[in-house]
């Protein structure tokens, strides 16, 4: 049996919302770069710090649901800790050696796609256990 970390769309508009919320933002993102004037490598390198964050954090809660209490809150600590670490690496040496300009434009693009990532889950887990105290919740059309 699989579990699904994240809903589909035919869980509800809020739902898939909240899963998705930090692609949307830094979607969003891109424009507002470009129109500020800054690099397109700052946006993409942003971009694929986040997704590669993202498909960690996935790769991370998908192991979790299977393990036991103990491992899963170890695996998610270390995981976020390295993920940090990494990014901080990454963003640091493509300052030093290609461009600050796009190092700063990267970083302003992960933490804002992060930030409204972890917010969106943090909803995503408050919907959750509202369903799940209240079944006949599930039941209600979101619009």
Excluded: C
Aim: glycine share 8%.
């Amino acid at each position: 049996m699989t579990t699904a970390v994240y809903p589909s769309p035919r869980e509800g508009a809020l739902p898939f919302t909240a899963a998705i919320l930090g692609t949307i933002v830094a979607l969003i993102a891109l424009p507002v770069v470009l129109l500020a004037g800054g690099p397109l490598a700052g946006w993409m390198l942003g971009f694929g710090l986040w997704v590669a964050n993202w498909l960690a954090v996935l790769a991370t809660s998908k192991f979790s649901l299977t393990a036991s209490p103990t491992t899963a809150v170890g695996v998610t600590g270390i995981s976020l800790m390295a993920r940090a670490w990494i990014v901080a690496i990454v963003l640091f040496i493509v300052a030093i050696r290609v461009s600050e300009t796009i190092a700063l434009t990267a970083a302003f693009v992960f933490l804002a796609a992060f930030t409204f990532d972890l917010a969106g889950r943090a909803l995503l887990y408050a919907l959750q256990a509202d369903r799940a105290a209240n079944p006949s919740a599930g039941d209600r059309s979101e619009s």
